[in-house]
């Protein structure tokens, strides 16, 4: 007789010394048994009846041991199912994250346990479907969504990658589990790369074969928001347009690092972009700028200094920022700045001219 299977010994043992181990043994030997193929109609049932019995058993290890001999097995009684999951943890959390028979409805049920545990143990289940992500992303805390994020088999459709954009856009560890994991849309992709770190930039270049175009815009967005880093530290005219100076001369003054810096607050820098690239004296630009109350005189200055028509919009959402509330860029809050530029593009009506949808994400992409 093989050393699973229950015999006349175990009984003895388990009458004579019902001890935490003896009845271990005999819940292993039990669930081997009933889930092997020689299991009768009539053993099946004892076996469920012991197992309800030991389900209740004041010692946590044997129900431990139990649940962990029963996660392996097939068709167990609902009775049952629901015993184990409402155990404690230590009991409950291996068989929910390995029993293959549990229902999405099953799932849903444990997800409204107020346990993160036995939550997280649903979201490391393997090939868990669409359904039950999406209603973790919507209903459980942020550390049940990031072991979901970092289930690699868990399957996760694209408009519930967009809820968790949504839900985290400023959360930098559910975009770090984004950015690791090993597969992700392309369309994915886009849409969380305005959001990361320059470091997580980095690692997703590395992690993802992303296409051509869409690495080189990332890599270009890095290289701006260093450079504006930089125009930040100085203070003088001077130091500020030494560095246009250079950008101009190593061809890396390009209109979305002009624009990105007007919409940023990076004034100074701003002024002497437009110096270099239209050929007109500082006091002209400031006078364009600021001391002319007609539109198609910046207009006629951006023309020449070649920034897309497509942008005009963001540069005169931050003029009108800039002269509504004086902006200077040493004394304000440059991320509050930002957010005033994307109210006016979101509300930017000038004549009737109306963006569409994709304008105004073209916009903010290049802002943000």
């Known amino acids: 007789m093989e050393k699973s299977q229950l015999n006349i010994q175990d009984v003895k043992n388990l009458s004579k010394n019902p001890h935490a181990e003896n009845k271990a043994v005999v819940a292993q030997k039990v669930s081997a048994y009933y889930n092997g193929h020689t299991v009768t109609p009539r053993g099946m049932k004892l076996a469920e009846d012991i197992f309800r019995i030991m389900i209740r058993d004041v010692e946590i290890k044997v129900r431990q041991v139990l649940a962990e001999s029963l996660k392996n097995c097939h068709n167990l009684p609902e009775d049952l199912i629901t015993s184990v999951i409402r155990d ?110 320059e470091e997580l930039k980095k690692r997703l270049i590395l992690s993802h074969n992303l296409p051509a175009n869409l690495a080189t815009d990332i ?72 001391n002319s109350s007609i539109d198609f005189m910046v207009r006629n200055l951006l023309r020449k200094a070649y920034i897309p028509k497509t942008m005009f919009p963001a540069v005169f959402s931050a003029l009108k920022v800039i002269r509504e509330i004086r902006f200077d860029c040493r004394k304000n809050n440059r991320k509050s700045f930002t957010h005033k530029v994307i109210e006016r593009i979101l509300s930017y009506n000038p004549d009737n001219e109306e963006l569409s949808d994709e304008d105004i994400r073209y916009l903010i992409s290049k802002i943000s």
């Not at 999406?134 to 967009?162: F, M, R, W």
């Open 88 to 197: 404690t943890d230590s009991v409950a959390v291996p068989f929910i994250k390995f029993y293959s028979d549990l229902s999405n409805e099953d799932l849903i049920k444990i997800l409204n346990i107020p346990s993160l545990s036995k939550q997280k143990a649903v979201a490391q289940r393997l090939n868990l479907p669409n359904e039950i992500s999406q209603y973790i992303v919507e209903k459980c805390p942020e550390e049940v969504v990031g072991t979901l994020i970092s289930n690699e088999t868990a399957n996760i459709h694209e408009n519930t990658y967009d809820k968790i954009i949504e839900k985290y856009r400023d959360n930098e560890e559910i975009q770090k589990r984004l950015v690791l994991r090993a597969e992700l849309p392309t369309s994915v992709i886009e849409k969380i790369a305005n959001l990361l770190s």
């Open 219 to 290: 890599i270009e967005e890095v290289k701006e928001k260093t450079t504006l880093r930089i125009s930040e530290e100085y203070s003088s005219d001077k130091q500020i347009e030494e560095l246009v100076h250079q950008l101009y001369t190593s061809n890396r003054l390009t209109a979305n690092l002009v624009v990105r810096a007007i919409c940023m607050g990076d004034l100074k820098f701003f002024e002497y972009a437009l110096v270099y690239l239209s050929n007109t004296p500082i006091t002209e630009v400031r006078k364009v700028l600021f």
